[in-house]
C-alpha cells in the first residue's frame, strides 16, 4: 500500500487539531479509482464538519471535499459518473466532488464521484467549481423563480454567488445582489444589481429591484440578512438560505445542506451540466487565492473568515513516494 502527503484532523476543536503528515492510500476496489491530486477547493464545511463531530472513534478525519487531478489507477466494474468506463478511465484528468481527503497527494474514491475533464479546463477551477457550484444551483432551483422575475441574494461577491449570478443570469432571472462597498463591481461583472449591506438594507433592496422580489436567497447568514429577507418575501417557502439553520427552525425558513438526501440527490445530478458549462466558457469560478498544500490551514482561516472575494483552491505538487514532509509541514 503507498501513501500520499495528507490533512487530518485529530480533534473537534478547530484548526489546532489538523495536522499534516503521511496517510495510506489503498488500491482501488470495485467500482473505485485512485487519483493524484492536482488541486483541491477550500470550503467552510471543512472545518465545520470537523467542528460538529465529537464521536472520538471518528478520528482522524480527512478533510477535505472536491479535487482535480489524474486517475492513476482503475478497481474492477468502474465506470465515472459521466460514463467513462474501466481501463478508459486511466490516465485521464478528472474532478470529484463530495469526497472525503481531498487535502492530499493522491486518494481512492468511489469511481461514480469523478467526471472527466475536457484539456482546456483549469485544474484550479475544475476543484473550486462543484461544491460552491451545486449549491448556487439548489438554490436557484429551489427559489422557483422563473425568467423575469426579480430575487434578493444575499452575500452575493462570494464563491456561491458568483456561480448563482451566471446561472440566473443565463436562466433570464434577475439578481439584486448584497455585498462590501469594495466589491460592487464583483456583483455587477457577473450580472447582478449590486447593493451594499448595512443599515437601510431593506429600502435599497426595494429600490434597486426592477420588479417585484419573489425569493431571498441567503449565502451570508447574518441577522440583517434574515431580517431583510423576513420583510421582503411574505412567502417563508422561498426564503432560503444556506448558512443561517438556526434562522430557519425559528423563523420556518427553508435550509439547504448537502447532506440531506434531496439536496444530495439534485446537486449529484447537476455536476455534469456544470462541468459542462465550464467547458463551454459559459461559467466562470472567480480564484481568489490559491495555497500551497501545506498552508491549508492558512487557507482555511482566509475562507472561514469570509475574506475571499471567490474561491480559494489548494495547489497539490505530488512528491514521489519516498519523500517525506519538510519539516514544518506537520503541524
Not at 477535505?64 to 485521464?92: K, M, Q, S
Not at 498552508?295 to 517525506?324: I, N, Y
Request: proline share 8%; aromatic share 4%; hydrophobic share 45%.
Amino acid at each position: 500500500m503507498t501513501t500520499a502527503a495528507a490533512w487530518m484532523a485529530h480533534g473537534f476543536t478547530g484548526l489546532d487539531d489538523f495536522v499534516f503528515g503521511r496517510r495510506d492510500v489503498p488500491p482501488p476496489g470495485p467500482g473505485e479509482i485512485t487519483v493524484a491530486i492536482s488541486a483541491a477547493g477550500v470550503n467552510p464545511a471543512d472545518l465545520k464538519h470537523v467542528l460538529r463531530a465529537d464521536d472520538p472513534a471518528l478520528l482522524p478525519i480527512p478533510i477535505g471535499y472536491e479535487i482535480a487531478g489524474v486517475v492513476t489507477a482503475v478497481g474492477p466494474d468502474v465506470r465515472l459518473g459521466c460514463g467513462t468506463a474501466g481501463a478508459a478511465a486511466l490516465g485521464r484528468r478528472i474532478a470529484a466532488f463530495r469526497v472525503h481527503g481531498g487535502y492530499a497527494e493522491a486518494l481512492t474514491l468511489p469511481a461514480a464521484k469523478a467526471f472527466v475533464l475536457p484539456d482546456a479546463v483549469d485544474d484550479a477551477a475544475a476543484a473550486g467549481l462543484l461544491l460552491a457550484g451545486c449549491t448556487a444551483a439548489e438554490l436557484l432551483h429551489r427559489s422557483g423563480a422563473r425568467p423575469g422575475e426579480t430575487v434578493v441574494l444575499h452575500g452575493a461577491s462570494g464563491a456561491v454567488g458568483a456561480v448563482l449570478l451566471q446561472l440566473a443570469r443565463q436562466a433570464g432571472v434577475v439578481v439584486v445582489g448584497t455585498a462590501g462597498a469594495r466589491r460592487q463591481e464583483s456583483v455587477r461583472r457577473f450580472g447582478g444589481i449590486p447593493v451594499t449591506y448595512g443599515p437601510g438594507l431593506t429600502a435599497r433592496l426595494r429600490a434597486a429591484a426592477p420588479g417585484p422580489i419573489v425569493a431571498a436567497l441567503d449565502c451570508a447568514g447574518t441577522d440583517e440578512a434574515v431580517a431583510a429577507s423576513l420583510e421582503l418575501v411574505a412567502d417563508r417557502d422561498r426564503i432560503i438560505t444556506v448558512a443561517a439553520a438556526p434562522a430557519a427552525r425559528a423563523h420556518g425558513l427553508r435550509f439547504l445542506s448537502g447532506s440531506r438526501p434531496d439536496s444530495a440527490a439534485y446537486r449529484d445530478g447537476v455536476r455534469g451540466e456544470l462541468l459542462g458549462l465550464l467547458a463551454a466558457g459559459r461559467l466562470q469560478v472567480p480564484i481568489a487565492r490559491t495555497f500551497e498544500l501545506p498552508a491549508a490551514r492558512e487557507a482555511l482561516e482566509v475562507v472561514a473568515g469570509g475574506h475571499a472575494p471567490g474561491k480559494v483552491v489548494l495547489r497539490v505538487r505530488p512528491r514521489p513516494e519516498s519523500a517525506t514532509p519538510p519539516d514544518g509541514w506537520s503541524r
